[in-house]
């Protein structure tokens, strides 16, 4: 399979932001990220175990800068150039206009998408 990004189908967006996601993959999720600056994820995140994601996310940076904050209080900063593992029980705020890639199980992820779109229903 091979696909162009401006084809992979849109499943968030908002100003400054944009979330895109092929359908089936199998058991794990692909999205290409598009995040401003200050995105910080800790308020969606509210609602779920220690209001931390609990989903492990594998990834590589494209562009900019963004941290991942464990629920032990451990940070990790990632930049462009880097792969990562973000291990599960974490946050993460973007220090800089950020492009990303990354690879999550669908069942833990689908999760925590219900959970970030009720917090943003919440929030409208």
Same mark, same amino acid.
């Given at each position: 399979?091979?696909?162009?990004?401006?084809?992979?189908?849109?499943?968030? /967006?908002?100003?400054?932001?944009?979330?895109?996601?092929?359908? =089936?993959?199998?058991?794990?999720?692909?999205?290409?990220?598009? @995040?401003?600056?200050?995105?910080?994820?800790?308020? @969606?995140?509210?609602?779920?175990?220690?209001?931390?994601?609990?989903?492990?996310?594998?990834?590589?940076?494209?562009?900019?800068?963004?941290?991942?904050?464990?629920?032990?209080?451990? /940070?990790?900063?990632?930049?462009?150039?880097?792969?990562?593992?973000? #291990?599960?029980?974490?946050?993460?705020?973007?220090?800089?206009? @950020?492009?990303?890639?990354?690879?999550?199980?669908?069942?833990?992820?689908? #999760?925590?998408?219900?959970?970030? =779109?009720?917090?943003?229903?919440?929030?409208?």
């Amino acid at each position: 399979m091979k696909m162009k990004k401006e084809d992979i189908p849109v499943v968030m /967006q908002a100003p400054g932001m944009i979330m895109r996601s092929p359908a =089936g993959l199998g058991s794990m999720t692909v999205v290409f990220h598009e @995040l401003p600056k200050g995105t910080d994820f800790t308020p @969606l995140l509210k609602g779920l175990n220690n209001n931390n994601c609990h989903c492990p996310h594998w990834g590589y940076i494209f562009e900019g800068t963004f941290r991942f904050i464990y629920d032990d209080g451990t /940070q990790e900063l990632f930049e462009a150039g880097d792969v990562f593992y973000a #291990q599960p029980g974490h946050t993460a705020i973007v220090d800089k206009d @950020l492009k990303f890639i990354d690879f999550s199980p669908t069942k833990e992820l689908a #999760q925590v998408m219900s959970n970030v =779109g009720k917090v943003m229903a919440e929030m409208a």
